[in-house]
């Protein structure tokens, strides 16, 4: 039994039953079966109700296993298992070829499918050729089965376009007419063109002087349409992934240099139809995107709206509010994160100012667990909650710097193919770390002294404001050193494990869920490891009471607690620390990711799907489970393999698409 994709829900028996129900117009003893048309034109689709008949009876035929032209709902349900399986294109098109139904491709069934596509109308295909005999034998006795028939598919295309090619070219010199090569051109790739290169095909392969194009011009004029995706991928590289930046041909050939299969004619020719309107001898990927097509293949139209995607660069306005949206969505995700542990920040504060230098009435606390019911009992529930205004007030723009600069950073980082170095990720977490002290520094400062202020019964207390007053502009930053030294690198531990976390959970589709548990999982080692900086930085910011020690500078900060405590000191509140700041950023994340997916914006961005596989799911009710897949299948089968099917009659087809 082939594998299915997991990613493609299967469809219940009851959703199944319905829909075959709905369009299975035959009855035959007392069993209702689909027609050719019921499938085909009716629920498909695919061909028109006035429709090539051949055409309908050949889709039909893969999903009718016993070839009776009819459907019954157990060949429905296998049909919808099949569009399932990850090689689901090929299982496709080995049924539509298999013509009796005995599990392998004749010669003769060979010949009898590819005498129904549009291209052998145009060009009627020798099956005398080497590639023909090389598979099917000499005398055309073997039979293929579906590995051995999928492989043969693999090189047909290239095969019938040689052919193509031969057959147009009447003066035997190895050219042919740049109208041949766009009728060869619209005839194999049938609605698997976009529009801007349906209209510039002559104007390109005819600009040059003697219109017409050789072989070699001919070859690299198909590849490149083949190579569109990679290319645009090109594109992107060489321009660091800016959609407006435009690069020179030299310097696409530079990132194309890791690529063997696209080469310089082709390159030439793509620089031909971007670069059709300015000239200039510089092209972007938006350019590019010109010569993608709208669905891929003819198959692809589906018979209900389908959303359409095209990215397209915003207005300097709406770009703001896209900052402003972002801005917004990484506060709320970060108040939430911190409002969720702030007991155990408060916690955490309280025991690493604990001194336990010997002084009597030094020790307030035995463990976190006994501070944080002392707190509860001698503050009430409030009291747990001491400093988080400053500390709701601070968070958004703190987590937006760090956020953008080491999405920034890394962007920076990424090499041409994609990809970015550990020592990248690094670099970026510890830049995004360092940036964010400006802002983390005063927010600190503040909500530790209004922390611990509720250490000592009957102390003069004061508020937010009050204790900034206190302070002054200058000493807001009092121990931003050690604030350098926690935050640099708890982030550059941060980001790279959060990173590669996400993708060890959930691939390169992780869930909300997984973005919670790399998130959790990451703030472990980040915050356990950099506990000593927060210890230094708590004691340089906090408030002295009288006869506590006091500390002049980060070296000084060192010394005296390793003298006076020892080096176990520094490690005080690790626990709590830990607690706090993997559920904190988890937590965060979580928020972030789910408001993003709650109130989806696009601020007027779009991307338009390139690939059938990418396209949209279809806009009906009856399209259950894999059936979502059907036609974007049926697509491929037009674009990656050629076999491009008719739609209309005959002599429909003829008034629209006159032959040479």
């Known amino acids: 039994m082939a594998q299915v994709n997991p990613k493609v829900k299967a469809a219940s028996t009851e959703e199944l039953q319905k829909v075959f129900s709905k369009y299975a117009s035959h009855v035959e003893k007392d069993e209702r079966l689909m027609t050719a048309a019921d499938f085909a034109q009716k629920f498909l689709g695919i061909v028109p109700e006035d429709g090539n008949v051949r055409t309908a009876s050949l889709i039909t035929g893969a999903a ?10 157990a060949e429905f349900t296998a049909f919808e298992n099949m569009l399932r399986s990850p090689d689901a294109l090929y ?13 392998a491709i004749d010669l003769k069934e060979f ?3 590819l005498s129904l596509t549009s291209m052998h109308e145009l060009v009627p295909f020798n099956t005398e050729c080497p590639l023909v005999k090389s598979y099917f034998g000499t005398d055309g006795s073997r039979k293929l089965d579906f590995q051995a028939f999928s492989q043969l598919l693999q090189e047909l295309k290239g095969e019938y376009l040689r052919q193509a090619f031969v057959h147009f070219d009447t003066k035997k010199n190895g050219t042919i007419s740049a109208l041949d090569l766009a009728e060869i051109v619209k005839t194999f790739r049938e609605g698997a063109l976009s529009d801007f290169v349906q ?20 070859q690299a004029f198909n590849g490149m349409l ?30 194309a240099r890791q690529f063997s299969q696209v080469t310089p004619l082709e390159v030439d020719i793509l620089f031909e139809f971007c670069d059709l309107n300015q000239q200039s001898g510089r092209v972007s990927v938006a350019n590019v995107k010109q010569l993608i097509p709208q669905a891929s293949g003819s198959l692809a139209a589906t018979p209900g709206p389908v959303a359409e995607y095209e990215y397209k660069e915003i207005s300097i306005g709406m770009q703001v509010l896209e900052s402003m949206y972002r801005f917004a969505m990484g506060g709320i995700g970060g108040a939430t994160g911190a409002t969720a542990v702030y007991p155990i920040d408060l916690v955490k504060t309280r025991m690493q100012n604990q001194r336990t230098s010997g002084m009597v009435g030094e020790l307030m606390y035995k463990n976190s667990i006994d501070c944080f019911f002392k707190v509860l009992r001698n503050e009430g529930p409030q009291g747990l909650y001491r400093g988080l205004l400053p500390q709701l007030v601070g968070v958004a723009p703190e987590k937006a710097i760090k956020l953008t600069v080491n999405d920034l950073m890394r962007g920076k980082m990424t090499n041409h193919d994609g990809t970015i170095p550990l020592y990248g990720e690094i670099i970026a977490g510890g830049c995004g770390g360092g940036c964010q002290v400006m802002f983390t520094n005063p927010l600190e400062i503040v909500k530790i002294r209004l922390q611990t202020q509720g250490e000592v019964a009957g102390s003069r ?10 302070l002054g502009l200058k000493r807001l930053y009092l121990g931003a050193s050690a604030c350098f030294l926690r935050d640099i690198p708890f982030s550059a531990i941060y980001f790279p494990t959060y990173a590669h976390c996400k993708r060890w959970l959930g691939g390169d589709d992780p869930a909300k869920v997984h973005f919670m548990m790399a998130g959790f999982i990451a703030g472990v080692p980040a915050a356990g490891l950099l506990t000593p900086a927060d210890v230094i930085k708590t004691r340089l910011q906090v408030k002295a009471r009288e006869g506590q020690q006091k500390y002049s500078g980060l070296v000084d900060t060192i010394q005296k607690i390793y003298r006076d405590e020892g080096g ?9 620390r830990i607690c706090r700041s993997s559920p904190q950023f988890a937590v965060t994340l979580f928020t972030y990711e789910f408001l993003q997916s709650t109130f989806k914006l696009d601020f007027g961005r779009s991307k338009k799907p390139t690939e059938a596989s990418q396209l949209p799911p279809l806009q009906r009710s009856d399209f259950v489970g894999g059936l979502h897949c059907a036609n974007a299948t049926f697509a491929g089968v037009e674009r990656h393999l050629g076999l491009v099917l008719p739609k209309f009659s005959p002599a429909r087809s003829s008034q629209s698409q006159p032959r040479r």
């Not at 009718?64 to 709902?73: C, E, N, P, R, Y």
């Not at 209209?199 to 001919?218: E, F, I, M, Q, R």
């Open 568 to 576: 176990r000191a520094f490690w005080k509140g690790a626990p709590a």
């Open 64 to 73: 009718d296993q016993t070839k009776d032209g009819k459907i019954s709902f």
């Open 111 to 113: 010949k009898e499918v």
């Open 199 to 218: 209209h510039n095909l002559v104007t390109v392969a005819g600009g040059h002087a003697s219109h017409t194009v050789n072989y070699a011009y001919y």
């Open 91 to 103: 299982m496709l098109a080995f049924q539509l070829f298999d013509i009796d139904c005995n599990g």
């Open 226 to 255: 083949d190579k569109i995706p990679l290319l645009e991928h090109i594109f992107s590289m060489a321009s660091t992934g800016s959609v407006t930046k435009e690069v020179t041909k030299e310097e696409l050939l530079l990132s």
């Open 461 to 470: 207390r004061i508020g937010a404001v009050g204790v900034i007053r206190e």
